[in-house]
C-alpha cells in the first residue's frame, strides 16, 4: 500500500514537473513577431538607459473593429502592448502598436520623475538627430534627408521646411500637465498629394511618440488627374443629383445647397478599401442650413486619379447650441413625418448574481457530497 | 474515538473551504458593487433629430459598449437606455439611473451620446435632449443640468463622465458663486460635484469628458484624419471605450487614438480643446 502510494506520489510529482517544464517552453516561443518587433524598439531604438530601468510587460490586447454593416475596416487588426519601465528616478510607460506584424507606433508617457536617457542630448536637434540615427539602422531605411532637414533648423519654432520633395512641418505647444511638446512630420509630397513619411513628437526635449506607417501602407498609384476646381465641381453635381440619406418613417433627404464661400477641397491620401495609399480630393462643404438628422456639412471624397466619387459622408452635430432662447430647440428645418421605430433595446445584462448563486450553491452540494462520502466510508 | 475524531477534522476541513469559497465570493461581490454604470443613448425618430443611420449606428456601438464595460466592471448595477418611440428616454430616466447608481454604488460611470442645447439665465445652463416623441410636447423632454442632473448627483460617486453632447464641456464655472436663478452651472459642475477640476488635469477623484461646441453624430466621417474617410466618429467611441478596458487612463487612449487617426499627439490633433478633459486625465476605468 505505502509502495504504491510512493509510487502514486512520484509519478504525480514527475508530471507536475513535466507540465511545468512544458507550460515554461511554450511560453518561451510564444514571444510572436509583433512583441519582438516592439522589444527590438525598446533595445535598440527608445534613447533611454535601458539599464537603469526595470522593464515589464503589464499589457497585452488584440483590438478588432467592431464588426458593423457598410462601414467595414478592412483588413483591421492591431496588437498593442503595454511596458512600464520603472527606475528610482522614474516611471516610463511605452504603449507600441503593430499592425500586420509591423511597427506602426510607439507611445511613450511619463509618469513621474526624469527621464534616465541613453546619453545626455545637447539640445532638442541633437535628440531628434539621434533617433533618426537609430530609427535608421532599426527599419533599415535612409533617414539622412529627415536628418539634414533637421539638422540645422530652429525645431522649437512653428514652421515648414521644404527640402526637394520632402516637407516637415514644426509645430510647439505648451501645456499646463504636459510641458513642452514639439511635433515633426515629414510628408513625401508627389504630384500635390503629401504622405508621411515619419512623424516624431518629444516632449521637453524628450522622446514621446513616433507613427510611421509607410512600411505598413506603401504609396501605390500617385497620379493625380483631377484639379481641385474639377473635384469640387464632381462634388457638387454629386450632392445635388444622387447623394440621398434616409429619415425615420422612409424620408429621404436629398437636393442640397451650399455656402460655397465656405467650401474646402484638400489632396490627401487614403487607404479606403486598399493596402496602399492612393491620392483622393477630400472636398468639405457647409450646407446652406441644417437639413434633417442635424446635418451641417457634407463630406465627399473623390479619387484624384478618375474622378469617381468614393464616399459622401454627412457632417452632422448632437445640436444647436447657437440660441440662448430657452424655450426653443433648434431643429432643422425641415421636419419629416414621424415613424415608427426599432424594437425597445431598455434591457440590461445584469446575470452576475445568478452566476454567483449557482456556483456557490453547486460547491456547497459538492462538499455536503464529500462530507456524506467521507463519513459513510469511515462507518463502514 | 479515533474514527470520530477524523470525522470532526475532516467536518472541519470541509467547512472551512465552504466559507472560504462563499467568502471569497462575497468579498467578489462586494468589490464588483462598488461599481456601477449607466449608458444612455436618447436617440431621436422625430422632428428630423437624427438620421436611420445615426440611429442604427449609435445603437450598435452603444451594444459593444455595454459589453465590454459590462466585462470590465463586472457589475450588478449596470444599465443600458436606448430610446426608440415606444419606450422614449425621459429626463425622469437620467434621475433614476443617477440616484439609483448613486444609492447602491460607490463609483459611478456614466456615458450619453445625443443631442444638447442651451437653456436658462443668459443661457448659462445646458439641457440633454431626451427621446422626443411624437405624442410629447417637444420643449418638455430634457434632462436639464440644475434640475434633472444635479440633485441626483450629490453623493459625489459620479467619478467618470463622459456626456456625448453638444456643448457639454462648456460653462464649468470656475469661481463662486457656481449658480445662478436657475441654478447649479453646466454639465461637468451638475455630474461631478467638484468645481476644483483642472482643465486636462492630472490628478483628482474625477474625470468629466464633454466637447466645447458641436458634438459630432456617430456615422460620420472623422474630419481631417489622415486617412480621408477611413474612420468614423462611432469607431472612435467604440475604441475609446474598448482600449480603456484593456487599462489605459484617458490620456493615454485619447494619445492613442490620435495617433491613430491623425499620426500625431492629443494637443496637437483637431481634438484638442474640442473633447475636454476636465480632471484627472490619469484614470482609468479601475479608478
Known amino acids: ?380 | 474515538m479515533k474514527l470520530q475524531t477524523a470525522k470532526n477534522s475532516a467536518l472541519l476541513l470541509v467547512s472551512l473551504l465552504i466559507f472560504c469559497v462563499i467568502g471569497s465570493m462575497l468579498t467578489e461581490n462586494a468589490k464588483a458593487d462598488e461599481y456601477g454604470w449607466a449608458i444612455v443613448n436618447p436617440n431621436n425618430y422625430v422632428d428630423g433629430v437624427d438620421s436611420v443611420n445615426e440611429i442604427y449606428y449609435t445603437d450598435t456601438i452603444f451594444n459593444y459598449i455595454a459589453m465590454d464595460l459590462n466585462s470590465y466592471y463586472y457589475s450588478n448595477y449596470q444599465y443600458w437606455y436606448s430610446g426608440s418611440e415606444q419606450y422614449p428616454v425621459h429626463p425622469s430616466d437620467y434621475c433614476y439611473l443617477l440616484e439609483t447608481l448613486q444609492d447602491y454604488c460607490d463609483k459611478v460611470t456614466f456615458f450619453t451620446k445625443g443631442h444638447c442645447t442651451p437653456w436658462g439665465y443668459n443661457g448659462n445652463h445646458r439641457q440633454l435632449l431626451c427621446t422626443l416623441s411624437s405624442g410629447d410636447p417637444p420643449n418638455d423632454e430634457q434632462a436639464k443640468d440644475s434640475i434633472h442632473i444635479w440633485p441626483h448627483t450629490g453623493y459625489f460617486k459620479n467619478r467618470f463622465s463622459f456626456i456625448w453632447h453638444c456643448g457639454t464641456a462648456e460653462m464649468y464655472p470656475l469661481s463662486p458663486p457656481y449658480q445662478d436663478i436657475d441654478g447649479p452651472i453646466g454639465m461637468p459642475f451638475c455630474f461631478t460635484h467638484n468645481v476644483g477640476m483642472d482643465y486636462y488635469g492630472d490628478s483628482g477623484d474625477y474625470v468629466y469628458l464633454g466637447w466645447i461646441w458641436a458634438s459630432p453624430q456617430f456615422d460620420c466621417t472623422i474630419p481631417y484624419q489622415y486617412q480621408q474617410g477611413y474612420y468614423y466618429w462611432f469607431h472612435f467611441a467604440y475604441f475609446f471605450f474598448n482600449w480603456m478596458t484593456y487599462g489605459d487612463s484617458v490620456m493615454s487612449t485619447l494619445q492613442d487614438l490620435s495617433w491613430e487617426i491623425y499620426n500625431t499627439y492629443f494637443e496637437n490633433s483637431p481634438l484638442y480643446d474640442y473633447l475636454v478633459v476636465w480632471g484627472n486625465g490619469d484614470m482609468t476605468l479601475g479608478y
Not at chain 1, 359 to 369: N, Q
Open chain 1, 1 to 380: 500500500m505505502r509502495k504504491k502510494t510512493k509510487v502514486f506520489l512520484t509519478m504525480t510529482a514527475l508530471v507536475i514537473v513535466l507540465i511545468s517544464l512544458g507550460t515554461a517552453s511554450i511560453a518561451k516561443s510564444e514571444v510572436s513577431t509583433a512583441q519582438q518587433k516592439a522589444e527590438a524598439f525598446t533595445e535598440n531604438v527608445l534613447p533611454i538607459d535601458k539599464s537603469q530601468y526595470n522593464i515589464t510587460l503589464d499589457g497585452y490586447f488584440v483590438s478588432y473593429p467592431p464588426d458593423i454593416k457598410d462601414r467595414e475596416l478592412n483588413n483591421y487588426k492591431q496588437e498593442h502592448y503595454r511596458y512600464s519601465l520603472a527606475s528610482d528616478e522614474s516611471d516610463l510607460s511605452v504603449s507600441y502598436t503593430v499592425e500586420n506584424d509591423v511597427l506602426k507606433r510607439c507611445v511613450v508617457t511619463i509618469k513621474r520623475g526624469q527621464v534616465l536617457t541613453d546619453r545626455p542630448y545637447s539640445n532638442l536637434n541633437d535628440a531628434v538627430i539621434g533617433f533618426l540615427e537609430r530609427y535608421q539602422t532599426y527599419k533599415a531605411a535612409d533617414t539622412s534627408e529627415m536628418k539634414y532637414m533637421a539638422q540645422n533648423t530652429d525645431l522649437l519654432k512653428n514652421q515648414t521646411l521644404i527640402a526637394g520633395d520632402l516637407k516637415l512641418k514644426i509645430s510647439n505647444g505648451d501645456y499646463p500637465f504636459s510641458g513642452h511638446k514639439t511635433s515633426l512630420m515629414w510628408y513625401r509630397v508627389i504630384n500635390g498629394c503629401e504622405y508621411l513619411e515619419l512623424s516624431l513628437s518629444f516632449t521637453d526635449g524628450i522622446f514621446t511618440g513616433f507613427s510611421d506607417i509607410s512600411q505598413l501602407y506603401p504609396i501605390g498609384n500617385t497620379s493625380v488627374n483631377i484639379s481641385k476646381d474639377q473635384a469640387i465641381e464632381i462634388a457638387m453635381k454629386y450632392i445635388q443629383e444622387n447623394y440621398t440619406y434616409e429619415m425615420p418613417g422612409n424620408v429621404w433627404v436629398k437636393g442640397f445647397n451650399v455656402n460655397q464661400s465656405l467650401t474646402t477641397a484638400v489632396l490627401s491620401p487614403t487607404v479606403r478599401d486598399s493596402n496602399e495609399q492612393y491620392p483622393v480630393w477630400s472636398v468639405m462643404f457647409t450646407l446652406d442650413h441644417t437639413y434633417p438628422g442635424s446635418v451641417v456639412g457634407l463630406h465627399v471624397i473623390i479619387s484624384a486619379d478618375s474622378g469617381e466619387v468614393l464616399l459622401c459622408s454627412n457632417q452632422a452635430t448632437g445640436g444647436s447650441i447657437e440660441s440662448s432662447d430657452d424655450t426653443t430647440i433648434i431643429l432643422p428645418s425641415q421636419s419629416p413625418i414621424s415613424s415608427s421605430s426599432t424594437a425597445p433595446d431598455n434591457t440590461v445584462s445584469s446575470d452576475n448574481n445568478m452566476t454567483t448563486t449557482i456556483v456557490a450553491v453547486i460547491a456547497i452540494v459538492v462538499a455536503l457530497a464529500l462530507i456524506a462520502l467521507f463519513v459513510k466510508k469511515r462507518s463502514k
